[in-house]
């Protein structure tokens, strides 16, 4: 069965720290990737996604991924967090025989101002 | 912008209860979901619907059913609630192949 990985649960950064969430996925064919951030008391907002082209994907906020198919990894990136970034990241995966999103455990970062 | 609506923001109902949870979107998506969402375990996918009347198991369908009448319209249904079914509801809609949206989430304790 699919399945999705965030190795990391819970991470602790000071502001203007670098930022990278790993993600695995296991699934041999074709894949959509998604990042997805749920702020304290909101509700899920897409961060970025990867459908095709070009494997490094910029989303809103200065986020970034890059999608490494041999690896079946979609690593989330931010050069500088800030303290609002606190939130619950998850990473998500659409496969081309289903239309199911399924999402990896999720990673809580906590941002000390 | 695409509106997922999902009726009920916070529940509490008694054990052995039938509970609805009701979901609408409001861009003709073919493609509706419901999640459970618990600390730890990220988002499960309860039951997804690809058109009217048409339904599929997720991972946990144990416990739940669903009901598509309408395209813009998806329930999600507790015949019997349990205390281990407190947790928080996601409904989210999709068009084929695109983007999925989320409602706000419905936070149900059963007592």
């Known amino acids: 069965a699919q399945s999705v990985s965030q190795h990391n649960h819970h991470v602790i950064l000071s502001e203007a720290a670098s930022l990278e969430l790993g993600c695995n996925y296991s699934y041999g064919g074709t894949v959509n990737l998604f990042w997805y951030v749920q702020y304290p008391g909101q509700h899920l907002q897409l961060l970025l996604k990867y459908f095709s082209g070009d494997p490094l994907v910029k989303g809103i906020k200065g986020f970034e991924a890059e999608f490494i198919k041999s690896k079946f990894s979609f690593n989330l990136r931010k050069p500088s967090v800030q303290w609002s970034d606190t939130a619950e990241y998850f990473c998500a995966v659409k496969t081309s025989n289903t239309g199911k999103l399924i999402f990896g455990q999720g990673t809580t970062l906590q941002v000390k101002p | 912008d695409v509106k997922v609506t999902q009726s009920s923001r916070y529940l509490v109902k008694r054990t052995g209860e039938k509970v609805f949870l009701e979901c609408v979107q409001d861009m003709d998506h073919e493609n509706m979901f419901w999640y459970r969402q618990d600390p730890g375990l990220g988002l499960r996918l309860i039951y997804f619907s690809y058109d009217v009347k048409m339904k599929e198991k997720g991972d946990i369908p144990e416990g739940y059913s669903v009901s598509r009448e309408k395209k813009e319209r998806f329930s999600l249904i507790l015949e019997s609630a349990s205390t281990n079914q407190t947790s928080m509801y996601l409904c989210?809609?999709?068009?084929?192949?695109?983007?999925?949206?989320f409602g706000e989430g419905s936070w149900l304790t059963v007592v």
């Open positions: 989210a809609s999709s068009a084929y192949g695109n983007t999925i949206y």
